[in-house]
């Protein structure tokens, strides 16, 4: 499959604030973004992917000069492929608060002359559909053809939805959830808790004692890692496997390779995530909940849907299970909405969405084939 | 239900070194028991009950002058209870390694003058066993009626019946499993990373520096509880409550309830347990593999089985899932041993071994009865 090659961010820059929903507004703010693929005469072509925790605007093709670059969802995005760029102008856009080049926690705050760090407002999912609708005005786009997203970004593409009805004529939302359940919300939390009481997080200000609170974004990692994959595929890469022939009854050693592995998962993380942000994105992940503003009742809450959609859930994914994607579809059949359904028997639990199952990608591909049929 | 009344905790010392799978071994050691009822003339009414992870000795009754001093299958144990203390007689061991009484790394090393700390030895599941049979010889009890464990305690009870099969005439193993998964020990590990990277653990030598390393040991309960509980009960208990009725928009603070909740059981925990016992009993867990001696066929490790066998599991439980119970019952059956199985509809996850669902009760009681039928 040919690969979009290599690919270039573009940066935004915004002088009128963000108003945000917690009353705060972001100031002075800068957006990067990447598209792929030519906007068509009429602007009828855009597909806007939004991201989850760990991933940004970067979704497809490589860096010059840089080696295992390809974007977070390369395998699904670009010529031929099933979102397939010489059909469709897709866009990535980093979320406000993320680390990876939008206005960040780690950035100055042009107010205060300092970096933000714990100070940076707390943001919504909302607030980025906000932030993402600007980047659209400013390339002219009117209506999207679509909103794409997994899992975090899935929960982007709902309110995409719901709050710019008119803005999109479909709405892709993959292994997500109309809101985190207590268990998910408890995960957050244990791994909020184990940042936050790093003794290098500095309530925040880490930046300016020149240290990084690795201690704990390493078990935050390793706890989402547990989360991400399911209970089988785990057994099934890793099961009981030894690191070594004999055990070396040690409780601080390695002795399973399950242990090295989100070890090993964990380093990696804390080399290049930043603090501030984990704590920002799995606070807008527990706080997004559209059925709160209709009492809690989803049918209610998407009567405002006038786009079709696109569900899919993995049969393994025990982070957003399939019973919750139905909870949605629930809903919109309620409202009479066009929606088309996909669980998919898919043994990596919540990871699924980003690997290329065939049926899966099968399903994408029908899917974007019929929306490109309705601009030529 | 009446209940047991007040008990006292009996010591018992070793001068005879107890040889471990590690090699090493543990130099003279105390161990602290209870037992409640009364050993019947030709000593055959006597039922051992082992514990799991943050358990004792204490098994039932009360400590005089002390306030909500149940012990821990209070609900269980007693006169006219399942396990019927008129008819049987129950004995509780604290596991060396544990916190709380028999020798574990809180202690002073007899043979260097300093606290064990993280040199006390690694113990095993088997280690234990060995280790509570040395307290029946001590109690001149050459076999009894049952050995009884939930969850770690199961695989003791699983244990005995392997290595010590002519001790016992029934073994009842509750939520348990012949070894743990990959996804089970991924838990631990994150739970053990949490402590161990804690500065306040100092290598788990922090006895000495006056401190105690409680960051890591609240992350680590938050997390055990999270797997404790299951999804449904977390959801019914918690759901989405907020604390306030305003969100807060704070990365920081309390928002839901199940924050507070988790937070406050870390908290608690953190003040009472200790930091090394955590990761010794935690990889004793990780170790528990009695096929790994027969080429990992469990049937083949249960041909030496001779007692009869009662399993029990909870159909929420996804630590120990009723999947991991079947296992070993088929194992069981491959070896035509008398063996019953209950798996009970109840809500609760693990800690559902722990409660007295009616059903879970009635099971156990009528099992025990039937046992009690064999001696009087």
Known sequence: MASLGHVL??????????????????????????????????????VLVCHALNASHHVAGTYEGQDKSEGWWDNLIGPGKPLDTDRFFVIGINNPGSCFGSTGPMHQNAETGRVYGADFPVVTVQDWVDAQARV?????????????????????????????????????????????????????????????????????????????????LRVARMIG??????????????????RAAELGYTTQDIEFQIESYLRYQGDKFSEYFDANTYLLITRALDYFDP?????????RTFASARCKYLLASFTTDWRFSPARSREIVKALLDNKRDV????????????????????????LKAYFARM?????
């Open 291 to 299: 059925a709160s503003e209709h009492g809690g009742d989803l049918s």
């Open 136 to 216: 659209l005005d400013h390339l002219g786009i009117a209506q999207l053809a679509g909103v794409l997203g997994g899992s975090l970004g899935g929960m982007q593409a709902l309110d995409w939805s719901l709050r710019y009805p008119e803005r999109m004529r479909h709405c892709i939302a993959i292994a997500t959830a109309p809101s985190l359940s207590a268990q998910n919300i408890a995960f957050n939390e244990v791994a909020r808790r184990a940042i936050i009481t790093d003794p290098d997080f500095h309530g925040g200000h880490f930046y300016q004692h020149g240290v990084v609170p690795k201690r704990g």
């Open 225 to 242: 890692h547990i989360t991400y994959l399911s209970d089988d595929v785990m057994e099934e890469k890793f099961g009981r496997q030894m």
């Open 340 to 363: 088309s359904y996909a669980e998919i028997a898919a043994p990596h639990g919540h990871d699924a969405f980003l690997l290329d199952d065939p049926r899966y990608h099968g399903v």
């Open 9 to 46: 961010p573009q940066t935004l820059h915004f002088a009128d604030p963000l108003p945000l929903r917690s009353g705060a507004q972001l100031r002075d703010y800068t957006l990067v973004y990447e598209t792929y693929g030519r906007l068509n005469a009429d602007k009828s072509n855009a």
């Open 372 to 376: 490109a049929g309705e601009f030529q």
